[in-house]
Nanobody, 123 residues
Framework: QVQLVESEGGLVQAGDSLRLSCAASGRTFSSYTLGWFRQAPGKEREFVTAISWSYGTTYYTNSVKGRFTISRDNAKNTVYLQMNSLKPEDTAVYYC????????????????WGQGTQVTVSS
């Protein structure tokens, strides 16, 4: 049984940093892409960033480039999302996802999802 378990988010101030983790278990993820999506109230779930588990290739949406960094620890089967210079518009529930995807930005292509974790950035 595949499980993706996100770490707890939190309430931070604008300009602060926060790191999320996603612990993956239940299968080998060597051919998978692991991604982070977020969903703000009243908005659709949107792609944030993704990483190829095997090659480490990373992808970012424009609004987080230069501020967010995705990384992985193969030994721990864990993916990290380091978020710096947080803005109020980054407030959302953040989800970790895994799948054998063609388009890393398409949520429907991911097979497995975590439960989500709330990140709130105050101004």
């Amino acid at each position: 049984q595949v499980q993706l378990v996100e770490s707890e988010g939190g309430l931070v101030q604008a300009g602060d940093s926060l790191r999320l983790s996603c612990a993956a278990s239940g299968r080998t993820f060597s051919s998978y892409t692991l991604g982070w999506f977020r969903q703000a109230p009243g908005k659709e779930r949107e792609f944030v960033t993704a990483i190829s588990w095997s090659y480490g290739t990373t992808y970012y949406t424009n609004s987080v480039k230069g501020r967010f960094t995705i990384s992985r620890d193969n030994a721990k089967n864990t993916v990290y999302l380091q978020m710096n210079s947080l803005k109020p518009e980054d407030t959302a529930v953040y989800y970790c996802a895994a799948g054998r995807v063609i388009d890393v930005t398409q949520a429907r292509q991911y097979n497995y999802w975590g439960q989500g974790t709330q990140v709130t950035v105050s101004s």
